[in-house]
């Protein structure tokens, strides 16, 4: 799962969360390291914040569409 949210108690809120849960989860903190990793990965969950720096949740989701790698990512909105 990755884990995509600039506020730090927010993505630690859910990174603990999650690992409570025993699933191999990482955080990113903005939207361009975050299109980084998107393009060597392929993410079975995408915990996404749409306002983030750099790039936003929304562009995310727009160039996550496009890739065919990442067709079987299912995203899940937060804010």
Known sequence: MLII???STQAELFFETLKAVNDESEVIFDG????NRLAETSPRIMLLD???PIISG???VERVRLLP?????R????T
């Open 5 to 7: 949210e600039d506020n």
């Open 32 to 35: 361009q390291a975050a299109l």
């Open 50 to 52: 749409l306002n983030l």
């Open 58 to 60: 929304l562009k995310i």
């Open 69 to 73: 790698h990442l067709a079987d990512t």
């Open 75 to 78: 995203t899940i909105i937060t």
